[in-house]
Antibody, heavy 117, light 106 residues
Framework: QVQLQESGPGLVKPSGTLSLTCAVS?????????WSWVRQPPGKGLEWIGE???????NYNPSLKSRVTISLDKSKNQFSLKLSSVTAADTAVYYC??????????WGQGTLVTVSS | EIVLTQSPATLSLSPGERATLSCRAS??????LAWYQQKPGQAPRLLIY???NRATGIPARFSGSGSGTDFTLTISNLQPEDFAVYYC????????FGGGTKVEIK
């Protein structure tokens, strides 16, 4: 079974860039799957951020598109998220997930990122 | 953007009862709808995909139905471990989730 693990700073300053990495084990990031990021503000619902295919093709949530970059590192079997110009509204638990036929059977455990000075 | 509206926001039930959760889409998603369960401090868990197919390892007391714009997740004979928040999800042009239904112990 594929396992995913998020890592990155838990605290980011306002106007800075949030950077997270998702390490994939038990499977190859070069397989025919989309690899996604989803976030959840404290006490709120889930928001899809975007996704990347093994070819490097990406899709982003239009509401975040101007600030989001998702990339792959096949040599390390991981993918990454960068979100620029962050504000307190970007404080959330960030999850990485593997998409299979438009659904998410595999998730990381999530990492809380707080935007604060 | 397709908006998913879940109701009710909160469902108060006792163990052994049946839970009926609704998810309505702002336009047709055919049968391309999933349901997830989320417990505090945990990632969501896929329960149902393609509206009515149980994911691997999901007990038979969870069932999904519907197509087009109206969908239902039914949990028969609620178990103590079923009290959680449930989300629906669709994937059309891009992916969206519903706002969630919390199933709490009455």
């Amino acid at each position: 079974q594929v396992q995913l693990q998020e890592s990155g700073p838990g605290l980011v300053k306002p106007s800075g860039t949030l950077s997270l990495t998702c390490a994939v084990s038990g499977g190859s990031i070069s397989s025919s799957n989309w690899w996604s990021w989803v976030r959840q503000p404290p006490g709120k619902g889930l928001e899809w951020i975007g996704e990347i295919y093994h070819s490097g093709s990406t899709n982003y949530n239009p509401s975040l598109k101007s600030r989001v970059t998702i990339s792959l590192d096949k040599s390390k079997n991981q993918f990454s998220l960068k979100l620029s110009s962050v504000t307190a509204a970007d404080t959330a638990v960030y999850y990485c997930a593997r998409e299979v036929d438009s659904y998410y059977p595999d998730w990381g455990q999530g990492t809380l990122v707080t935007v604060s000075s | 953007e397709i908006v998913l509206t879940q109701s009710p926001a909160t469902l108060s039930l006792s163990p052994g009862e049946r839970a009926t959760l609704s998810c309505r889409a702002s336009q047709s998603v055919s049968s391309y709808l999933a349901w997830y369960q989320q417990k505090p401090g945990q990632a969501p868990r896929l329960l149902i995909y393609d509206a009515s197919n149980r994911a691997t390892g999901i007990p038979a007391r969870f069932s999904g139905s519907g197509s087009g714009t109206d969908f239902t997740l039914t949990i028969s004979n609620l178990q103590p471990e079923d009290f959680a928040v449930y989300y629906c999800q669709q994937r059309s042009l891009w992916l969206t989730f519903g706002g969630g239904t919390k199933v709490e112990i009455k």
